[in-house]
């Protein structure tokens, strides 16, 4: 049996406007990856971690991918001794699943180690535990995408009911990530409790029109739906210059634009390659003159999900 393995998890985008905890898509870049280790010692342990900075815990237990391959070992009855190493390409508290691409690249090389005892959709509920170590919450709507590809829903979380949609239209992501850091914990202690019916009523029109939208290949629905009347007026406040970023990612042929899970990064879905590149350029430029810089990524959305690499 090989006893080390390298994976890859890809960035995700989680409530894509108006799926607030329940709709999420995976890009094909960037994402974190670990390698791990079977060893003699019956526990698991983080040999290394490199590109947090420090910030991330070594400790097993509080870090994701330590408490994934902690969960997930418990739930199949082994008790083997793993070695993790991760490598971190994507940047804490930004809003693009960070948190989440860890614990799933860490979930699915285990399971690989374990002959991959376990499916896909199998495997949300421990990524999910993973989240609850890192941000309080263990919502799956990064960790579901990440370790499935594509868009998917969680239609309901007791029981867990998670749904991946059929896509077949093109889509391109860009996301622009302004460098400041917002953590999840923060931008989700700011959200109203109590949603009035109103919104209720408008929210729940968006996400059926952006489900049906994407299945029937439908751009203009789509750009109709990607709205968000619960999270982002509250979050929007982390993000200077969040209404005119958002207007020049629109003005710029863009189909939506909205804040990219908790935030601050924002993304926007375009129908081609082009446009996704010019609204790049206008976000970027409207951030900048809200004096914030800004990396931007551009990517195709990932299909597949996280894999061995
Ligand atoms: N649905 C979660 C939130 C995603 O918005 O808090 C966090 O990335």
Redesign the pocket.
């Known amino acids: 049996m090989k006893n080390s393995v390298r994976a890859f998890a890809p960035a995700t985008v989680?409530?894509v406007c108006c799926g607030?905890?329940v709709l999420g898509f995976a890009v094909d870049h960037p994402g974190d990856e670990v390698v791990l280790t079977l060893n003699d010692s019956r526990e698991v342990s983080i040999a290394q971690i490199i590109g947090d900075g420090g910030r991330l815990p070594r400790e097993a237990g509080k870090n994701t991918a330590g408490v994934a391959v902690q969960s997930y070992l418990q739930a199949i009855g082994e008790q083997v001794g793993v070695e993790i190493e991760l490598f971190k390409n994507l940047p804490l508290g930004s809003?693009m699943?960070s948190s989440a691409a860890s614990g799933v690249a860490a979930l699915v090389a285990i399971n690989h180690l374990m002959g991959n005892r376990l499916t896909r959709k199998e495997l949300v509920p421990f990524a999910m535990e993973a989240e609850r170590i890192a941000?309080g919450?263990a919502?799956a709507?990064?960790v579901a995408p990440s370790l499935m590809g594509g868009f998917v829903l969680i239609r309901d979380y007791q029981p867990l009911d998670v749904v991946k949609i059929d896509v077949k239209l093109e889509l391109y992501c860009t996301l622009v990530h302004p460098h400041i850091e917002v953590k999840?914990s923060d931008?989700?202690r700011v959200l109203r409790p109590i949603v009035s019916l109103r919104d209720a009523v408008t929210q729940s029109g968006n996400i059926a029109g952006l489900m049906l939208g994407l299945t029937q290949s439908d751009y203009a629905l789509i750009a109709r739906s990607l709205k968000d009347v619960i999270?982002e007026p509250v979050r929007s406040a982390f993000i200077p210059g969040f209404e005119t970023v958002r207007s020049a990612a629109i003005q710029a042929g863009g189909l939506g634009c909205g804040i990219s899970?908790?935030g601050p990064t924002l993304f926007a879905l375009s129908s081609q390659m082009d446009i996704a590149e010019r609204v790049a350029k206008a976000m970027q430029h409207e951030f900048a003159n809200h004096q914030l810089k800004t990396d931007v990524v551009i990517s195709k959305l990932n299909l597949e999900g996280a894999k061995i690499i």
């Open positions: 989680a409530n607030f905890d809003g699943g941000c919450s919502h709507d990064n999840t931008s989700r999270a899970g908790s």
